[in-house]
């Protein structure tokens, strides 16, 4: 096991009805700005139950936070977070809000140009605090401390951590997916899935518990992610894929281990060029990602096709192909394709992909920081 | 899955050589209290490795804090507390310094009768911040807010909880444990253990990561408990053990579940009256009491017997019979033994036992509140 710091203090408030109980969490007399997406948290009456809840204090919103939200619209809610003097700022929504949120929360206070939180790494001193009330199970953004977040006018989409935007609470109610259109189910099942192996499908360095966690993910997510499709109302399930996906990048399974990202890089430049949703992504990514790096990956590639799969019968490079191809029939069954063909995007696509990986800087990727240029056109060529 | 709410603030400062790294985490011009034990931490240099990374504090010692701490010790770390102006704790040793770290820390600048946070749960509404430095991993109490003190005057073993408990950091040195007695190493292992069946060998509430996590953490004991004991000096098993130890109770994989903890209120009892280890208690009484209980726990008892001892042949109750076997064993095999006669313990000391636990009002407990000084009697005989 690798030395590791591990610290999350974010407090999480898990079941039905918990969104009654948020004001125990947010100072009294503060100004609140609650940040939302679409009109789907009005439909629902989610809003409605957030004012509700949120009774005696002052309180803004701000709606229109995109999927892959846009600095540009970030920028409009900045300006008001700071024009009305906000001191506590509520993400109402799924990952694309949350992420938002921290970047709304970093960058009203900070001193410089918001934009070098993102584009430089500045670092950021101070944050307004925050809290989230989740809609849909997928990121993880809940219960950490990064954001993603994109430029439309030059088309990057990059990352900032800082321990100054942990949610100071988040409130997860199952009964608030219950309504997700199933292509939302299905990606936060595969972003989740993805999430997990990118902390676990590396190398070994004998971190049994970390192990056993992320195969634990994964397993619940194969048993629950399909029912989830068929019984939109199983409160069971929802509940088990929430609490699943929050903890698949709350840094726990991550700790102490070599860690990939890859998949995620590759899959980014997918979302900017092409606007595939993010989980679309790492499905069509991570089946060939995996077969393009089987060798540096095999001894866990071998545990995973065991304990994840069942898979013992054969001989190892067998076991390999059936878990990679396990893999992608499992995201197929939640009908998101794994392939670039399948969301009409030919091999022609590809030069501009690797061009953008290139400016990005993503050169040195995965858990040996040597996965190349050439490496990554191939699996985009794999993946096609 | 039942509502919960899960916050766990502790950093933690995992790996080799992470004691130079705790002046970071305390504020500078702290007055510190260094906490510990007997001569241990003297003679292995754990105590000079910690004055060393010191540097610039004014530097306070409190030793004495035996297993099983005090309340009567413990006071007399409170006066000294109080006296120096003490601003912040640092616990260098197990989980029996830890736990009274954290009474002092509560009790210092408590206004009433220190003896009410234990006796009669009153609030704790400060405590000076502090930190740790494990030496032994077992209790978990380096990242959790409990805290269980003795009066020896009374013969009381009570428990208290806090918010304000939590421990700032903690640092987790697996080559800090290296030099322990093969006895503490072995009660460690069934000390964890025992944690993870109380939150997890109860009913199904279809909490399927609380579960697998709970399993994970079970197996990596079972894996590494007896290695640990062979090859005292093996790194890997030693972290391995240590981060099991700890989640096995900082409140994650209880979270959203019901819990037991009827095992360790009969063990608390034999403790008091007969000094045994905490963890001896537990062997004793866990395979008494899961036998005493299979109907209640019977759906999880054979999800225990499949997932942790591979148990898949033969009726319910023959794997069930396997399991709770396997379980004593699996102690047996670390030297602890499993019946109140291997520690020259008889029958005839059960109506004290009993008399203690109506004392202390266990007459309510398990996962059902239901189990009763009665049947409590019986576990106590059927350990015998």
């Given at each position: 096991m690798q030395n590791f710091t591990f610290h999350n203090p974010t407090r999480i408030l898990f079941?039905?009805?918990?969104?009654?109980?948020i004001a125990r969490e947010i100072p009294a007399a503060a100004r609140v700005l609650i940040t939302y997406g679409g009109g789907s948290v009005v439909k629902t009456g989610t809003l409605a139950e957030v004012k509700a809840a949120l009774k005696g204090y002052t309180v803004f919103e701000f709606s229109?936070?995109?999927?892959?939200?846009t600095y540009e619209t970030l920028m409009q809610a900045v300006e008001l977070a700071r024009r009305e003097k906000i001191d506590f700022l509520l993400a109402v929504g799924g990952g694309s809000v949350i992420d938002g949120t921290k970047f709304i929360a970093a960058a009203a206070?900070?001193?410089?140009?918001?934009w070098d939180i993102l584009?430089?790494?500045?670092?950021?001193?101070?944050a307004i605090p925050f809290g989230c009330v989740l809609?849909?199970?997928?990121?993880?953004?809940?219960?950490?401390n990064g954001a993603v977040v994109t430029r439309r006018a030059s088309n990057d989409k990059l990352v900032f951590l800082s321990s100054?935007?942990?949610?100071r609470f988040s409130v997860l109610d199952p009964?608030?997916?219950?309504?997700?259109p199933p292509r939302q189910v299905a990606n936060g099942v595969v972003d989740a899935f993805v999430h997990v192996i990118e902390q676990?499908?590396?190398?070994?360095?004998?971190a049994k518990v970390q192990d056993r966690f992320a195969e634990g993910l994964l397993l619940t997510l194969i048993e629950e992610g399909p029912k989830a499709l068929q019984e939109p109302e199983n409160y069971s399930v929802r509940a088990n894929l929430m609490w699943t996906a929050t903890l698949a990048l709350n840094g726990l399974i991550g700790a102490g281990v070599p860690q990939d990202w890859a998949t995620h890089m590759l899959g980014h430049e997918l979302t900017v060029?092409?606007?595939?949703?993010h989980a679309q992504t790492l499905a069509v990514i991570l089946p060939a990602m995996l077969q393009m790096r089987r060798e540096e990956k095999r001894e866990k590639l071998l545990q995973y096709a065991d304990r994840v799969w069942g898979l013992r019968e054969g001989s190892a490079d067998t076991r390999i192909d059936q878990a990679i191809d396990h893999t992608r029939r499992f995201f197929e069954s939640l009908?998101?394709?794994?392939?670039l063909s399948g969301y009409g995007?030919?091999?022609?696509?590809?030069p501009a992909l690797v061009a953008q990986l290139q400016r990005h800087g993503?050169?040195?990727?995965?858990e040996h920081q040597d996965f190349d240029i050439r490496r990554s056109q191939r699996v985009y060529e794999l993946a096609a």
């Open positions: 079941g039905k009805g918990r969104i009654a109980d229109g936070i995109e999927p892959n939200p206070p900070f001193a410089g140009d918001p584009a430089r790494q500045a670092k950021v001193r101070s809609t849909l199970s997928a990121t993880g953004s809940e219960m950490n100054q935007v942990f949610p009964v608030k997916t219950f309504t997700l676990y499908l590396t190398y070994p360095v004998d060029l092409h606007g595939l949703d009908q998101v394709p794994t392939r995007i030919g091999a022609d696509a590809i993503a050169v040195a990727l995965g």
